[in-house]
């Protein structure tokens, strides 16, 4: 059985230093064995093809989620870029990414897959929210939608964050979530990913509460490595590969699995 985390108590604490100075080197370990792993990660299952969005990380343009999105291509998915430029977390971004999503659906006329690495998992959430019956799932990679004040990311993070997107971390939630809970469960399945060894955001702050449609997955890793660390691939994979009608929790007791995916953590209520 998992173990729930009193995120209450345990989200102000941010990455600890080291942890925080070892992701740019751990970042490119994970971009290496990535290319090293890739044989392996493309006999992952093949789903339907739907069209899958990929929403950057904070400072991040498409650029940073090209890997990942061209090998979705080569499983045969729809994978689309979100055109919005870099990701300031301003409200001039969310509009546009709200805009892109809405062209979207009236171009491909079935519901997306929503896959977000840090504050675009955050955006992702809240489209889903919004627009629930245009979505089929949601993939979060290190997104901190438990973060309240700010105080569980890292402060040189913070501070770039209000001094780009022009908001506070406050203002920023009160603006996307009109007053909702950023952390209650979507009304669609929805897969977090997260890390222990996170070095940006405090990864209680990226647990699901557990709820029928939500699930948490850990792997080992960086926070901004996430889209190439190869052990997160291979999850996305399995997840977009799942019937839309017939989502189930990712199984982590098979093959090699229990060596390479903890137990994970749940939120408590």
Request: charged share 20%.
């Amino acid at each position: 059985m998992y173990e729930s985390v009193d995120v209450a108590e345990q989200r102000s604490g941010a990455p600890s230093p080291l942890l925080s100075i070892a992701e740019l080197p751990r970042t490119l370990c994970e971009a290496a064995g990535f290319g090293q792993f890739w044989p392996m990660l493309a006999q992952a299952p093949r789903g339907d093809g739907h069209p899958v969005l990929v929403l950057p990380g904070f400072t991040a343009s498409d650029a940073s989620t090209l890997p990942l999105r061209r090998f979705l291509d080569r499983l045969g998915y729809e994978t689309l870029p979100w055109l919005a430029g870099t990701n300031t977390g301003s409200l001039e971004v969310q509009s546009r990414i709200v805009l892109r999503f809405y062209r979207l659906v009236r171009t491909y006329r079935v519901p997306l897959t929503l896959i977000g690495q840090s504050l675009g998992g955050i955006f992702a959430r809240e489209i889903a929210r919004r627009f629930p019956d245009h979505v089929r799932s949601v993939i979060t990679l290190g997104s901190p939608f438990r973060v309240t004040d700010g105080q569980g990311t890292n402060p040189v993070v913070r501070q770039l964050f209000e001094r780009l997107s022009g908001l506070t971390v406050r203002e920023m939630r009160s603006r996307v979530r009109g007053g909702r809970d950023l952390g209650a469960a979507l009304p669609v399945p929805s897969t977090a990913i997260y890390s222990r060894t996170d070095g940006v955001v405090s990864w209680q702050s990226c647990l699901e509460r557990d709820a029928p449609l939500a699930e948490n997955v850990e792997i080992v890793g960086s926070h901004s490595g996430m889209a190439v660390n190869p052990a997160a691939i291979h999850v996305i994979a399995d997840r977009l590969a799942q019937p839309a009608e017939a989502w189930r929790r990712f199984d982590r007791t098979t093959g090699l699995r229990p060596l390479v995916y903890p137990e994970p953590r749940y939120a408590a209520d």
